[in-house]
């Protein structure tokens, strides 16, 4: 069973900077993809970024807005999402996710890990 594991999520003011950090214990696909999502309550669960085995970084435009860099290392099997200029509208459970090809569709991602939440104060 392939397990995920997200962690670095943690309260921040706005502005700050945050690095969120994913690892996966094994790469069940060989297309396979990680990549993040965010979810706050009442909301449906959000593509935020993804990145290929090879480094094509893929993002929501609509909020990122330069403002994320997701990034790889293939030999751990992790991904990364460092958040700078954070705003109050990032706050959200952000959940990794691992799927056979870039998707920005959760339903459409085959294995998730538990999320960490992250939490932007004024």
């Known amino acids: 069973q392939v397990q995920v594991e997200e962690s670095g999520g943690r309260l921040v003011r706005a502005g700050d900077s945050l690095r969120l950090s994913c690892v996966a214990s094994?790469?069940?696909?060989?297309?396979?993809?990680l990549g993040w999502f965010r979810q706050v309550p009442g909301k449906e669960r959000e593509f935020v970024a993804a990145?290929?085995?090879?480094?094509?970084?893929?993002y929501n435009t609509d909020f990122v807005k330069g403002r994320f860099t997701i990034s790889k290392d293939n030999v751990k099997i992790a991904v990364y999402l460092q958040m700078n200029s954070l705003e109050l509208e990032d706050t959200a459970v952000y959940y990794c996710?691992?799927?056979?090809?870039?998707?920005?569709?959760?339903?459409?991602?085959?294995?998730w890990g538990q999320g960490t939440q992250v939490t932007v104060s004024s």
């Open positions: 996710g691992l799927s056979r090809g870039v998707t920005r569709k959760s339903i459409e991602v085959d294995y």
């Open positions: 094994q790469r069940p696909f060989s297309g396979a993809t």
């Open positions: 990145i290929t085995w090879t480094g094509i970084a893929t």
